[in-house]
C-alpha cells in the first residue's frame, strides 16, 4: 500500500484501473479489509475467553470505530501551506473511515451473535463438516440481505438524468451520453446525502473519462460490499480456529472457497473486463470486485498457511514489521508523504528508474522505521 500510494514507479500497473478491471494497486486495500475480518473474530474470541463482558467490549469497538473514523477524516484532508480549510470542502469518506465503518459493522455482528468455539476434538470433524458456517448463520442472514440492499439501490434506485442501473464512469465513458452520471446510484447517494463538495474531488476516471462531478471510491454504498468482503476474512478466521491443527480441513476450505467466490466472479463478468452484468470495479467496490479478491485472498491463504503456520519455511519478513504497526505506518505515510527523505527532486521527472528508485527507498525507510519500533516494543494501538 505504502509502494502504491507514494507512486509505484509510475507504472500503469501500480495505478488504479480507470473504472472497469483491475491493477495491482486495486489489491491492496480489499485484502486489507479480509484480513480484518479474520483479525476480528480471533482476537474477540481471545478477549470473550479470557472472560472481558460483551458489553465492555462493544464500548472497545465503538471508541476504535471512531477513532479510525476522526483520524481518516485529518488524513485526508491535507491542507499545507495553503491556509485555513474550508468546512465547507472537507472531504468526509476515506480508506480509514471506512475501516471504521466496516470494523464496527462486522465486530458488532459477530459480538451479538458471538459462540464458544467448540471444544470437540477437531481430528473428529469430517472434511465435510459445515460447522464454521452453520454456526453463523444470523451473520450471513444479515449479510446477504445487506448485499441484497446493495442490489436494489445499484440497480432500481432512479437517479436523475441517468438510466437506472447505470455502472459507467460517466464523462465521455459511453460515447458521453451520460457526462454527469459518474458511478450511477453510488454517485449520485454520495452527492445527495453528503454534498459533492465533500468528496473526492479527483477519482481515477477523470483520467481517462475526463468526468467533472465529484465521485468518491471510499463512499457510502461501496460500505456495503467492504462489509462484506470483511465478513468473508471473518470466515477464513472460523476455518482457522474450528478446523485447528486439522491441515488437511484447513486446506480443503480455502480451496472450496477460492473456487466458489471465483466461479460466481466468472458469472457475474461473464470472464470479461466491461462486458459482464457487474463489472469488476474497485471504484464501486461491486459484487464481482469483492468476490473475485476474496477469491484471490482464499488462494493466497491456501498458499501460506503450510508455509508459514505448518512447516515454518518463512516468517513474514519483512512483511510482518510493518503489520505489527500498520496504522502508525499508514498515517505516517501519508503525512509524510511529501517530506524529505520520502521525497525529493528528481532530475528527469519523467523516467520511471527515478520514481522506481525514490518510491522503493521510501517504502524501505517505512519498513525499518516498523522494524526498529518492533524492537523497542513501541505499538500504537486503537
Known amino acids: 500500500m505504502v509502494f502504491v500510494n507514494y507512486g509505484g514507479g509510475r507504472y500503469w500497473y501500480f495505478r488504479h484501473a480507470s473504472w472497469n478491471g483491475l491493477t495491482v494497486a486495486d489489491l491492496v486495500f480489499p485484502w486489507f479489509v479480509f484480513i480484518m475480518g479474520s483479525s476480528i473474530f480471533l482476537s474477540m474470541t481471545s478477549v470473550l475467553q479470557r ?121 465521455l465513458g459511453d460515447w458521453g451520453k451520460y457526462p454527469n452520471c459518474t458511478g450511477g446510484a453510488a454517485g449520485y447517494i454520495d452527492r445527495l446525502l453528503l454534498g459533492g463538495h465533500h468528496l473526492y474531488q479527483h477519482p481515477s476516471s477523470a483520467v481517462l473519462y475526463h468526468t467533472e462531478v465529484a465521485y468518491d471510491p471510499e463512499g457510502i454504498l461501496g460500505t456495503i460490499n467492504s462489509i462484506v468482503m470483511a465478513f468473508l476474512g471473518v470466515q477464513a478466521g472460523k476455518i ?89 505506518v499508514y498515517v505516517g505515510h501519508e503525512v509524510f508523504a511529501n517530506y524529505f527523505p520520502f521525497r525529493w527532486r528528481l532530475g528527469d521527472s519523467e523516467a520511471h528508474k527515478e520514481h522506481l528508485v525514490q518510491n522503493t527507498v521510501a517504502t524501505a525507510l517505512w519498513v525499518l522505521i516498523a522494524y526498529v519500533l518492533y524492537k523497542k516494543k513501541v505499538f500504537w494501538k486503537i
Not at 101 to 113: I, K, N, P, R, S
Open 51 to 171: 472472560g472481558c463482558s460483551k458489553f465492555r467490549l462493544l464500548g472497545k469497538i465503538a471508541w476504535r470505530s471512531f477513532l479510525l473514523i476522526c483520524i481518516g477524516i485529518v488524513i485526508v484532508n491535507p491542507n499545507y501551506c495553503l491556509g485555513p480549510l474550508s468546512w465547507e470542502k472537507v472531504r468526509i469518506p476515506g480508506v480509514l473511515q471506512r475501516l471504521g465503518g466496516t470494523y464496527f459493522v462486522v465486530a458488532v455482528l459477530e459480538l451479538l451473535f458471538a459462540k464458544p468455539v467448540p471444544e470437540m476434538c477437531t481430528s473428529e470433524r469430517s472434511c465435510f463438516s459445515l460447522l464454521d458456517i452453520t454456526s453463523s448463520w444470523p451473520q450471513w442472514l444479515f449479510v446477504l440481505m445487506l448485499e441484497g440492499v446493495w442490489l436494489a439501490l445499484t440497480f432500481f434506485l432512479p437517479v436523475p438524468g441517468c438510466p437506472t442501473g447505470y455502472l459507467g464512469p460517466g464523462g
Open 240 to 328: 482457522l480456529l474450528y478446523y485447528k491443527d486439522q491441515t488437511k480441513g484447513i486446506l480443503i476450505r480455502f480451496a472450496a472457497w477460492g473456487c466458489f467466490l471465483g466461479f460466481i466472479s466468472v458469472a457475474l463478468t461473464k470472464a470479461s473486463e466491461n462486458e459482464g452484468f457487474i463489472p469488476v470495479n474497485k471504484n464501486l467496490w461491486s459484487i464481482s470486485y469483492v468476490t473475485t479478491l476474496s477469491s484471490f485472498a482464499f488462494f493466497i491463504l491456501l498458499v501460506l498457511y503450510p508455509v508459514v503456520d505448518v512447516k515454518g519455511l518463512w516468517t513474514g519478513t519483512p512483511f510482518f514489521y510493518p503489520g505489527m504497526n500498520s496504522i502508525l
